[in-house]
């Protein structure tokens, strides 16, 4: 009993006898806790609150629209489709009454897809509306709103002006900041409305939303929910595949008829005018008999018929302006029914499009929160195991160094009977308490401080709402694990390494390290131009190589977290800069009208030459799905095809320093590139096609091919018309953009306004959640350095205590003692800080690959303020520590110190 009394006040005297020691591991675990659990819980975080948004909502799953509306027959269809649910709704794109601000309205849905009420009530009578939550601002309830569409002839509203009865959240929409593009005013939507069934004037529905069964309860972002959602909608892809075809035909039959009873209408128009004009040729005939008729008349009779002869010569006038208005009349309607009946000939198949959250138009909010979490998820995959192993390497050394202060003490337990377990369990329980503590710190301010700072960054602008906190107990138990490995494992075996000795070697004190020659010594011209100070700390660095490896990796693994953390946040600023200034340099692309008349093209062209404009190019482009299965599932592709041999001004295709043109083959985007695999000379499956890759251009967001019309017509067999402008303006500012965009739009000849802008928007939301996130790993690795240099410090000084008394006794002074032991400190983080920037390019380079969402690529160059400020923060550290060192060893007894082993 004495004697597990005795031993439990030495383990208790081991705690508190050492401090510092014992703060710097469960510092250090701390923060590998906190590192690993703060990014490993974010994204589930924000993925539940994002899911219980989308449950109480009861989100679509899929949704169908057709460029030419959904008919009965396809009403019919869907509503057969076993396991779903099916309701279809209207919508379309108008602009509010300043002419720019562009508002898709929806009407009113009633079981999926519901929208959520933050102020008012939703619309209940004709002409009430409900207006997006973030335009609280601009709008009130109980204000009227004007809104007018593109083209007024073909309006699909009864009414123009509506109510405001309440502000809601969208379930299709996430973002409040980026809503994706817009058919009307400016080509990007400002936000959304909620209006009655009734008020649209349309024969079919715009969109049918489904509800599956077999995707209830599934987490949206999960891989069991994507790979679901994806068999389901190819599934209803192959249902629809032929009603393309039986749609078109119906359309032309009901076209037809229509324009027939219009030919119809003309013809008796035509007929009735021809009747008109022979009673005007008749008219006028008998009139000029009367006229020439005057002069017979007597005198008294002349005038009263000549006043006579003149208001009917008027009359005739008049009819011959109205018969003229109504030939005018009827050539206009020839002209349009003629136009009308080429069109209806010139009809395509319509296309039926199934979208997913994150495909329909305005779900970037789900392709922000996708991309946002993943990042997130990539980063606490890695950051962390560098952390941890780190503070490994630090806790093994500080463990070792422990261990060595106690081993006369043990030798004392085992000469009073103690087993070797029992000693060893003393430096287990030390470092078991020191690393729990830290990792249970660690993972609380994890849960609570981390991942709430990050959330809030990514949930900022979305309508989610706050991210409610929940405590993972498997990421917490998993940063334990870790934390003891890193804290428990080097004290058994450092432990058990150094205390299998018997007692008697025990209480012996420890033979100091032997010193041997170094190669510096050989290389004699040097070696002889050293000072005594210089040389003894050359000799003393490959002294103690164990405390040399584990300062140099300490100061190496913090550089390089520091490094990485900072390269991030260089990376992710540079692509703005690069992509949208540099590479595309166009402000605008315009999607042209397939409808639009020679008059309305031309008058495009002539709007494209005005003042405001810098520059314009016509080119053909089309979207094209690709696949990339087992990686990052359907993406967007744009293929962009030229008359030219490149695309400049408007884009820069280059690799490296090198300017690309556009020859035989495709120049794809490094991206892409990347996802499929594809090096130079290889081929590209893409819409059936198999595309040879010339070259492999730099670019940050999205997927481009670009290729020539040899190489088109070569791949596809013939030369599509050119579709698309890109617009580049005399000022690209954001004002300008926005004023330029809105003029295009409402171009008869537009179908759609794409701002370079949006794209960088969706980079935007990427880059705050990374930059937020890396600021706090930035702060922990500077941590992370000062904890490692000074318990590294701290253990080279108490080791070497009676040595530095030495010399103190032989006469060096205070500076030149504290000299003696920090150049070693200094010269070993100088190793270290070099080591680190290398280790932290390539640990650099590997993140921004691993953490770049689908459509992203990070800027692989960095500013040189990522090399200076890992270096500047650690001689920061190094220069305070040599203070601190300095007056340590002034207050040191150097006489006790020399008498210690006594």
Same mark, same amino acid.
Request: aromatic share 8%; charged share 20%.
């Given at each position: 009993?004495?004697?597990?009394?005795?031993?439990?006040?030495?383990?208790?005297?081991?705690?508190?006898?050492?401090?510092?020691?014992?703060?710097?591991?469960?510092?250090?675990?701390?923060?590998?806790?906190?590192?690993?659990?703060?990014?490993?819980?974010?994204?589930?975080?924000?993925?539940?609150?994002? +899911?219980?948004?989308?449950?109480?909502?009861?989100?679509?799953?899929?949704a169908l629209m057709s460029n030419y509306g959904l008919d009965s027959n396809d009403q019919e269809e869907l509503e057969q489709i076993e396991?779903?649910?099916?309701?279809?709704?209207?919508?379309?794109?108008?602009?509010?009454? &300043?002419?720019?601000?562009?508002?898709?309205?929806?009407?009113?849905?009633?079981?999926?897809?519901?929208?959520?009420?933050?102020?008012?009530?939703?619309?209940?009578?004709?002409?009430?509306?409900?207006?997006? !939550?973030?335009?609280?601002?601009?709008?009130?309830?109980?204000?009227?709103?004007?809104?007018?569409?593109?083209?007024?002839?073909?309006?699909?509203?009864?009414?123009?002006? *509506?109510?405001?009865?309440?502000?809601?959240?969208?379930?299709? =929409?996430?973002?409040?900041?980026?809503?994706?593009?817009?058919?009307?005013?400016?080509?990007?939507?400002?936000?959304?409305?909620?209006? =009655?069934?009734?008020?649209?004037?349309?024969?079919?529905?715009?969109?049918? @939303?489904?509800?599956?069964?077999?995707?209830?309860?599934?987490?949206?972002?999960?891989?069991?929910?994507?790979?679901?959602?994806?068999?389901?909608?190819?599934?209803?892809?192959?249902?629809?595949?032929?009603?393309?075809?039986?749609?078109?035909?119906?359309?032309?039959?009901?076209?037809?008829?229509?324009?027939?009873?219009?030919?119809?209408?003309?013809?008796?128009?035509?007929?009735?005018?021809?009747?008109?004009?022979?009673?005007?040729?008749?008219?006028?005939?008998?009139?000029?008999?009367?006229?020439?008729?005057?002069?017979?008349?007597?005198?008294?009779?002349?005038?009263?018929?000549?006043?006579?002869?003149?208001? #009917?010569?008027?009359?005739?006038?008049?009819?011959?302006?109205?018969?003229?208005?109504?030939?005018?009349?009827?050539?206009?309607?020839?002209?349009?029914?003629?136009?009308?009946?080429?069109?209806?000939?010139?009809?395509?198949?319509?296309?039926?499009?199934?979208?997913?959250?994150?495909?329909?138009?305005?779900?970037?909010?789900?392709?922000?929160?996708?991309?946002?979490?993943?990042?997130?998820?990539?980063?606490?995959?890695?950051?962390?195991?560098?952390?941890? #192993?780190?503070?490994?390497?630090?806790?093994?050394?500080?463990?070792?160094?422990?261990?060595?202060?106690? @081993?006369? &003490?043990?030798?004392?337990?085992k000469a009073l009977g103690y087993r070797s377990k029992d000693i060893i369990a003393k430096f287990l329980v030390y470092g078991l308490v020191?690393?729990?503590?830290?990792?249970?710190?660690?993972?609380?301010?994890?849960?609570?401080?981390? !991942?709430?700072?990050?959330?809030?960054?990514?949930?900022?602008?979305?309508?989610?709402?706050?991210?409610?906190?929940?405590?993972?107990?498997?990421?917490?138990?998993?940063?334990?694990?870790?934390?003891?490995?890193?804290?428990?494992?080097?004290?058994?075996?450092?432990?058990?390494?150094?205390?299998?000795?018997?007692?008697?070697?025990? $209480?012996?004190?420890?033979?100091?390290?032997?010193?041997?020659?170094?190669?510096?010594?050989?290389?004699?011209?040097?070696?002889?131009?050293?000072?005594?100070?210089?040389?003894?700390?050359?000799?003393?660095?490959?002294?103690?190589?164990?405390?040399?490896?584990?300062?140099?990796?300490?100061? #190496?693994?913090?550089?390089?977290?520091?490094? !990485?953390?900072?390269?991030?946040?260089?990376?992710?600023?540079?692509?703005?800069?690069?992509?949208?200034?540099?590479?595309?340099?166009?402000?605008?692309?315009?999607?042209?009208? +397939?409808?639009?008349?020679?008059?309305?093209?031309?008058?495009?062209?002539? =709007?494209?030459?005005?003042?405001?404009?810098?520059?314009?190019?016509k080119i053909y482009s089309k979207n094209v799905d690709k696949d990339f299965r087992g990686k990052v599932g359907l993406q967007t592709v744009?293929?962009?095809?030229?008359?030219?041999?490149?695309?400049?001004?408007?884009?820069?295709?280059?690799?490296?320093?090198?300017?690309?043109?556009?020859?035989?083959?495709?120049?794809?985007?490094?991206?892409?590139?990347?996802?499929?695999?594809?090096?130079?000379?290889?081929?590209?499956?893409?819409?059936?096609?198999?595309?040879?890759?010339?070259?492999?251009?730099?670019?940050?967001?999205?997927?481009?091919?670009? =290729?020539?019309?040899?190489?088109?017509?070569?791949?596809?067999?013939?030369?599509?018309?050119?579709?698309?402008?890109?617009?580049?303006?005399?000022?690209?500012?954001?004002?300008?953009?926005?004023?330029?965009?809105?003029?295009?739009?409402?171009?008869?000849?537009?179908?759609?306004?794409?701002?370079?802008?949006? !794209?960088?928007?969706?980079?935007?939301?990427?880059?705050?959640?990374?930059?937020?996130?890396?600021?706090?790993?930035?702060?922990?690795?500077?941590?992370?350095?000062?904890?490692?240099?000074?318990?590294?410090?701290?253990?080279? %000084?108490?080791?070497?205590?009676?040595?530095?008394?030495?010399?103190?006794?032989?006469?060096?002074?205070?500076?030149?003692?504290?000299?003696?032991?920090?150049?070693?400190?200094?010269?070993?983080?100088?190793?270290?800080?070099?080591?680190?920037? %290398?280790?932290?390019?390539?640990?650099?380079?590997?993140?921004?690959?691993?953490?770049?969402?689908?459509?992203?690529? *990070?800027?692989?160059?960095?500013?040189?303020?990522?090399?200076? $400020?890992?270096?500047?923060?650690?001689?920061?550290? $190094?220069?305070?520590?040599?203070?601190?060192?300095?007056?340590?060893?002034?207050?040191?007894?150097?006489?006790?110190?020399?008498?210690?082993?006594?």
């Amino acid at each position: 009993m004495v004697k597990r009394k005795i031993y439990w006040k030495d383990l208790l005297q081991s705690f508190t006898s050492s401090k510092g020691r014992f703060l710097s591991i469960l510092i250090l675990m701390m923060l590998g806790s906190l590192a690993l659990v703060g990014l490993k819980v974010t994204s589930p975080n924000i993925e539940a609150s994002a +899911n219980a948004y989308l449950s109480t909502a009861k989100t679509f799953d899929l949704a169908l629209m057709s460029n030419y509306g959904l008919d009965s027959n396809d009403q019919e269809e869907l509503e057969q489709i076993e396991g779903a649910e099916v309701e279809f709704g209207y919508l379309t794109d108008v602009t509010m009454d &300043n002419g720019q601000d562009a508002i898709r309205l929806y009407s009113k849905p009633e079981k999926i897809s519901n929208f959520q009420v933050t102020e008012g009530r939703l619309p209940q009578e004709e002409q009430e509306i409900a207006l997006a !939550a973030h335009l609280h601002d601009k709008y009130s309830l109980g204000q009227t709103i004007t809104f007018k569409e593109k083209e007024a002839s073909s309006s699909t509203l009864k009414e123009q002006t *509506f109510t405001i009865t309440g502000f809601v959240h969208s379930a299709e =929409m996430l973002s409040q900041r980026d809503l994706g593009y817009a058919g009307s005013g400016s080509g990007t939507l400002t936000g959304y409305g909620l209006v =009655m069934p009734s008020q649209f004037d349309e024969k079919v529905y715009s969109i049918a @939303r489904l509800k599956y069964k077999n995707l209830e309860g599934l987490n949206s972002f999960s891989t069991d929910y994507e790979e679901t959602v994806k068999q389901d909608q190819e599934e209803l892809e192959k249902l629809l595949s032929d009603n393309g075809k039986a749609r078109l035909e119906l359309v032309k039959k009901e076209g037809q008829v229509s324009l027939d009873k219009g030919q119809e209408r003309i013809r008796k128009a035509q007929e009735n005018l021809q009747e008109g004009k022979n009673r005007l040729s008749s008219a006028e005939g008998r009139l000029q008999l009367q006229e020439s008729q005057l002069a017979l008349l007597p005198q008294t009779q002349r005038e009263q018929v000549a006043s006579q002869l003149v208001k #009917a010569r008027e009359e005739l006038t008049k009819e011959k302006e109205k018969l003229a208005e109504a030939e005018k009349s009827i050539s206009q309607q020839v002209e349009k029914l003629e136009r009308s009946q080429k069109n209806l000939d010139n009809l395509t198949e319509p296309t039926y499009q199934v979208y997913n959250r994150q495909t329909i138009p305005g779900g970037q909010g789900y392709l922000m929160y996708s991309n946002a979490t993943s990042s997130i998820r990539a980063v606490g995959n890695i950051f962390p195991v560098v952390l941890y #192993a780190v503070a490994a390497m630090v806790t093994f050394t500080t463990m070792a160094r422990f261990v060595d202060e106690e @081993r006369t &003490n043990a030798g004392i337990f085992k000469a009073l009977g103690y087993r070797s377990k029992d000693i060893i369990a003393k430096f287990l329980v030390y470092g078991l308490v020191a690393g729990t503590i830290g990792s249970i710190i660690g993972s609380i301010l994890g849960h609570y401080v981390l !991942a709430t700072v990050i959330a809030n960054v990514i949930t900022k602008d979305m309508v989610v709402g706050p991210t409610p906190i929940h405590f993972y107990w498997s990421y917490s138990l998993l940063a334990l694990i870790l934390t003891w490995l890193a804290s428990v494992l080097p004290a058994y075996l450092v432990a058990g390494r150094e205390l299998h000795d018997e007692a008697a070697h025990l $209480l012996l004190p420890k033979p100091p390290v032997k010193g041997s020659k170094i190669l510096l010594e050989k290389v004699r011209f040097i070696w002889r131009r050293m000072s005594f100070t210089h040389k003894v700390t050359a000799r003393n660095i490959f002294r103690y190589k164990q405390r040399m490896l584990m300062t140099i990796f300490g100061v #190496a693994g913090s550089v390089a977290l520091l490094f !990485a953390g900072l390269g991030i946040q260089s990376s992710v600023a540079g692509v703005p800069s690069r992509q949208f200034e540099q590479i595309q340099q166009y402000q605008l692309l315009l999607a042209e009208n +397939n409808s639009a008349t020679k008059q309305e093209k031309a008058s495009l062209e002539e =709007m494209l030459k005005g003042p405001d404009i810098k520059a314009y190019q016509k080119i053909y482009s089309k979207n094209v799905d690709k696949d990339f299965r087992g990686k990052v599932g359907l993406q967007t592709v744009t293929l962009m095809m030229t008359n030219k041999e490149d695309l400049t001004p408007f884009i820069h295709l280059q690799e490296g320093q090198k300017e690309l043109q556009l020859k035989d083959g495709a120049v794809i985007t490094a991206k892409l590139a990347q996802l499929a695999g594809i090096k130079i000379g290889q081929s590209l499956e893409l819409d059936g096609k198999k595309i040879e890759v010339a070259a492999i251009t730099e670019n940050y967001v999205g997927h481009f091919i670009y =290729m020539n019309q040899r190489s088109y017509q070569k791949i596809y067999g013939q030369l599509p018309e050119k579709n698309t402008y890109l617009v580049s303006l005399q000022d690209p500012s954001q004002t300008s953009v926005e004023k330029q965009a809105g003029l295009v739009m409402n171009q008869a000849a537009v179908a759609s306004v794409f701002q370079n802008a949006s !794209a960088s928007r969706l980079f935007d939301s990427v880059a705050s959640s990374l930059n937020q996130t890396m600021t706090i790993l930035v702060l922990v690795s500077v941590l992370l350095a000062i904890v490692i240099l000074y318990n590294l410090t701290n253990i080279n %000084v108490n080791e070497r205590i009676r040595e530095l008394s030495t010399v103190k006794v032989l006469g060096f002074h205070n500076k030149e003692v504290t000299f003696y032991i920090y150049r070693e400190t200094m010269l070993l983080s100088l190793v270290g800080i070099i080591l680190g920037l %290398v280790s932290g390019f390539y640990l650099h380079q590997f993140l921004i690959q691993m953490i770049s969402p689908a459509t992203i690529l *990070f800027y692989p160059r960095v500013a040189w303020e990522v090399y200076a $400020l890992p270096i500047g923060a650690v001689l920061l550290i $190094l220069i305070l520590l040599g203070f601190f060192v300095n007056h340590h060893l002034r207050k040191v007894d150097m006489l006790e110190a020399l008498k210690s082993i006594d």
